[in-house]
């Protein structure tokens, strides 16, 4: 399974970007996909997730009513919408594919990641 994100960039606090996840894997394969980031000297953490069908999500509680995920399976692409951004939310943003239909919010839990993508976000 390969990852490839894009569409980090610069954005002004209370701006938006949208991330999206090219994922390539072998056919009739089925796999939940994270978002997760990393600040400089912090660890990484949970941002959202969502199950193979699209039908649940998760969130961490400080993205909740900003951020959106979601992913259309015909172009094998995880996206994730971010509105209101906050300087907090300043890292590099990486998607993770977790084989099977299972979501979850630990970082152990997903073998395959993407490069990761930068978004920084000016106050």
């Known amino acids: 399974v390969q990852l490839v994100e894009s569409g980090g960039g610069l954005v002004q606090a209370g701006g938006s970007l949208k991330l999206s996840c090219a994922v390539s894997?072998?056919?009739?394969?089925?796999?939940?996909i994270g978002w997760f980031r990393q600040a400089p000297g912090k660890a990484r953490d949970f941002v959202a997730a969502i199950n193979w069908r699209g039908s649940s999500t998760t969130y961490t509680d400080s993205v909740k009513g900003r951020f959106t995920i979601s992913r259309d399976n015909a172009k094998n692409t995880v996206y994730l919408q971010m509105n209101s951004l906050k300087p907090e939310d300043a890292a590099v943003y990486y998607c993770?594919?977790?084989?099977?239909?299972?979501?979850?919010?630990?970082?152990?839990?997903?073998?395959?990641w993407g490069q990761g993508t930068q978004v920084t976000v000016s106050s």
């Open positions: 993770a594919a977790r084989i099977g239909m299972v979501v979850t919010t630990t970082v152990h839990d997903y073998a395959f």
């Open positions: 894997a072998p056919a009739y394969s089925t796999y939940a």
